[in-house]
């Protein structure tokens, strides 16, 4: 790890890695310190290696300034998530830049002592690819998809069959840096598009995610909204249906119950087969490890528009329901960017558009709240370059391990 800073030098690495590259002597004004004091604290990280000079300012009137900026070799983030079957890592640099990603197959060794090492070889591969070794992470993140508390402990995960494991403090004890781990997924991809994905340049955005569950997570300035339970925007097991449809949580008519990527599936089976076209009836007989992914987007991309296919009848019932969980989520949080994302969404304009015309017609004040409705851009092995720029950015956000006393 890069040498300890003092507290005052910290807020000069901030504001640098807040504005960018930024001439020397706007950093006093910046900063709203002396300009000797500014100058000593540039020499330090300087000479230890968290800053670097990077060029000049452009021909405008005066002489050039000399820019700073933060080095991009003073240290590193990693991700790594942890899916069902696979691996996916990434290494962004202490100012936040992607600089590698890979991914391999999980091996059958799901025991915490076998995946710890199956993520120790892959991460120390991602970080040599990157020009880094675990000495120089400043952060670690790492995706489960399981439930997680805020101690970084993971309650149960069913993929890997984990109870009440503490891989936080395991992680933690081999790699000597801050480490986060997340479970909830679309907590993940919410963070992710905000931060590189499709609301990056907004300032509060809702992420709708439909799939396996539907959540509607909010984001403002970078910050998801955890709620006092960590459970804010859990918007899956509001019922909108009283009566339709049994729920696995017990209730009847819940969201996820009659408009998730399960719950679709479920109600096609249950359509006459002879009705259904031929793309569709050949996805059903498939049965893969995440079945149903598949069997929706057929679903959506053969739907045929005739007022009386069952089909076609279940779809429109479906995208209403979905209409009415985004209508809830932008009353809630009035946010500037919906993102549409997980895979009822992917790959389905259409769907993102009758989304967007029904909440026109149900949202109170539509015209004046210029809401942009835009598609996921992020995909789940980009979980953990969103995992990785999370951690970067909370590091920036609160120093802890990197502050000398005083
Ligand atoms: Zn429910």
Request: aromatic residues 4%; hydrophobic residues 45%; contains cysteine.
């Amino acid at each position: 790890m890069p040498a300890k800073v003092r507290a005052m030098d910290w807020s000069v690495l901030q504001v640098i890695h807040r504005l960018g590259a930024i001439p020397q002597h706007r950093l006093a004004e910046q900063i709203g310190r002396q300009r000797s004091t500014i100058n000593g604290a540039v020499q330090r990280l300087v000479a230890s290696g968290w800053l670097s000079r990077v060029g000049q300012t452009g021909s405008g009137r005066g002489r050039p300034a000399i820019l700073l900026a933060v080095n991009r070799s003073s240290g590193c983030f990693a991700g790594v998530d942890i899916a069902a079957h696979q691996l996916h890592a990434a290494v962004v640099a202490a100012d936040g830049t992607l600089l590698a990603h890979t991914s391999a197959r999980l091996g059958d060794n799901r025991s915490p002592a076998g995946v710890t090492d199956q993520v120790d070889l892959h991460l120390r591969g991602v970080l040599s690819r990157a020009g880094f070794a675990v000495g120089n992470l400043l952060g670690l993140w790492a995706g489960v998809n399981g439930a997680v508390d805020s101690r970084g402990v993971v309650v149960t995960c069913a993929s890997l069959g984990w109870h009440n494991e503490p891989f936080r403090d395991e992680l933690h004890g081999r790699y000597g840096c801050d480490v986060l781990v997340q479970g909830a997924s679309a907590t993940m991809n919410a963070a992710a598009e905000a931060l590189l994905g499709a609301g990056r340049d907004a300032n509060s955005l809702v992420y709708y995610h439909a799939g396996r569950g539907i959540s509607a997570r909010f984001v403002q300035r970078g910050q998801p909204l955890a709620g006092a339970t960590q459970r804010a925007g859990e918007i899956g097991h509001v019922v909108v249906a009283p009566g339709l449809a049994r729920c696995p949580c017990g209730n009847n008519g819940c969201l996820e119950a009659v408009a998730s990527g399960p719950a679709i599936v479920a109600a096609i089976r249950r359509l006459p087969r002879r009705r259904l076209p031929d793309t569709v009836r050949k996805t059903l007989t498939v049965t893969a490890e995440d079945g149903a992914a598949p069997i929706v987007q057929a679903a959506f991309r053969h739907r045929v528009r005739r007022r009386r296919d069952p089909l076609n009848a279940l779809l429109t019932e479906v995208t209403g329901y979905l209409a009415m969980g985004a209508a809830m989520a932008v009353a809630a949080y009035d946010p500037q960017v919906l993102v549409l994302g997980g895979y009822l969404f992917e790959d389905n304009p259409a769907l993102r558009r009758e989304i967007q015309d029904a909440l026109r017609r149900m949202v109170l004040d539509w015209d004046n709240r210029n809401l942009r409705v835009v598609a996921g851009e992020v995909l789940t092995q980009d979980r953990a370059v969103g995992g990785a720029a999370e951690v970067c950015q909370r590091f920036w956000a609160n120093p802890r391990g990197v502050l000398m006393p005083g």
